[in-house]
């Protein structure tokens, strides 16, 4: 194993560069702004420029680099390739095999940004000794990196872990950004608990959750929880029961190690996770009571993390 | 690879045994008895005394066999040991040691039953040519196996592909073998099939089913649904549109190329993959809408393939 390794994590807005020791040390992180013009094509020249300029600043030669892994938000195919990525405006783009002809030869590795940041809480985060692991993101939407037995799960048609979008609710009017209805993500994402607390505070219940101006949001509500108000209280346990029960059909399904909660949401901590927990161990199937629950670690640095992960295979 | 490999399913009262070219041809099979008497610590020995007379009755040298698989019913560590298998009286039998010292350093591996069937389905069946695929087994409950990338997907417990236990109705006032409410098999099986019969019967509801003499049985729910019974029709609208929508949600999480769908229930063929499919069309993901359906094709045999599978990774 070499000593240094890239971790790249391309956004829509900024590209998340990392220097790490295989160790799994962050060594520097930096970011450069994602160039989405021209259907993206300037973005991995702009990496492997900014890669380059770092090496040559740190003074680390090419032979002291295991390999480059970047994260992306989209599906990326088994050989390399991304079909489509919206965010960045590329079709068909190998990614793998294009950065490894700009970088001179260092060996590349693609995942989408959701896997990388699973595999990067099992390696040095939340799920870190786990070889199996699913990392749920509450942040706009709800987001899902499987890895079985240290693989990621991509799904055959980049779709594995999109529990976003699992129905949980077939009584569901209002429709899901998907267009369906009922999808996971309308009630446990953090626009769903601001969903679920305009219809409490639509029936007239008290709770300081009034008094905040503006916009109500998820922060909000399990801020003035933790302070004991019952209004977010309610809130909080019809979020973590839709949740809690949804995570113990997953365990079903692929019975984890762990559940990793990671995303904008979970900076709420232990009360989140407690509460989520308390209706997952309500609901689940006996032999999946010792599926363990944490909290992500690693904030927005996982998918770097994860990128790293993925080349040292 | 060597020529030969056996395949062996272990089951509560009999084992299937199979002589398999390691091509994927099944030579010849046949049964033992399964002694389950003194926690079944005769059931390896029988078996190697079974394998060793097969094998000098068609004069096959020690040499030429890959391998033996086996499959038994109840969950199997990666190390190959048996925690527990009730059906057996087994406990902490490590199955794979046990049976290569009594075969004479012959490689085996152990898999759950459920798993390696999905195995065999994949290898040489209506999975055949895919490498993740979900095997579900309409039977008395509902059974599946998971095989992602090519391998099996056992749990950190055993409890992979335990979706007969995915809660699909928070209402359902009548309990689960497993003593939760609302699981998948209570409708997804054949004896949920005859429980939602018999409700609908209760109604009043005209059938022919009314002139089967003693039980109603799933096979006479899917024989008068080909005759155009209208009574049926919304039996089998009902529990096709259950197994449908669980189906929709776990694409969500595994995405695979196909789901395979086997058991005794599943002998009603085409007109159950159909109905159970127009449900998932109507509910999946637009990313998991090119996923296949086809029918389990080697019957009770599956497992036996699978085994060998199992030994030629």
């Not at 595999?119 to 987001?143: A, D, H, I, N, P």
């Not at 799904?155 to 609710?169: D, K, P, Q, R, Y």
């Not at 997953?250 to 995303?263: K, M, Q, R, S, T």
């Amino acid at each position: 194993m070499k000593k240094y390794g890239f971790g790249v994590d391309i956004g829509g807005t900024t590209c998340k560069l990392g220097l790490f020791e295989t160790t799994g040390t962050l060594l520097e992180k930096w970011e450069i702004t994602t160039d989405t013009k021209d259907n993206g094509k300037n973005i991995l020249s702009d990496i492997a420029k900014s890669l380059d300029e770092k090496m040559k600043e740190q003074i680390i030669p090419k032979e002291d680099i295991e390999g480059i892994g970047i994260g992306l938000p989209g599906p990326v195919r088994r050989d390399g390739v991304v079909p489509v990525c919206v965010n960045l405006g590329w079709k068909n783009v190998n990614v793998a095999r294009e950065m490894e002809e700009l970088m001179g030869g260092i060996k590349v590795k693609a995942a989408n940004d959701a896997n990388v940041a699973a595999l990067g809480e099992m390696w040095q985060g939340g799920g870190r000794g786990c070889k199996s692991l699913v990392m749920v993101t509450l942040g706009t939407g709800v987001g899902c990196g499987i890895i079985i037995d240290g693989e990621i799960v991509p799904g055959s048609n980049g779709a594995g872990g999109e529990i976003g979008h699992i129905t949980v609710n077939h009584h569901e009017t209002v429709p899901c950004n998907c267009g369906r209805k009922g999808c996971l993500e309308q009630y446990a994402s953090a626009t769903g608990i601001v969903r679920i607390a305009r219809e409490h505070l639509a029936k007239g219940h008290e709770s300081s959750l009034l008094d905040e101006i503006g916009e109500i949001s998820a922060k909000a509500v399990f801020d003035v929880y933790k302070d004991g108000d019952e209004t977010a209280a309610a809130i909080v346990e019809e979020f973590a029961y839709v949740l809690g029960n949804a995570l113990s059909n997953l365990a079903c399904v692929l019975d984890p190690e762990v559940f990793v909660i990671g995303g904008g949401v979970s900076k709420a901590g232990k009360p989140l996770l407690d509460a989520v927990e308390k209706h997952y161990r309500k609901a689940a199937f006996s032999s999946c009571d010792s599926i363990r629950f944490a909290l992500a670690s690693l904030g927005n640095d996982a998918g770097m993390y994860g990128c790293v992960r993925l080349i040292l295979e």
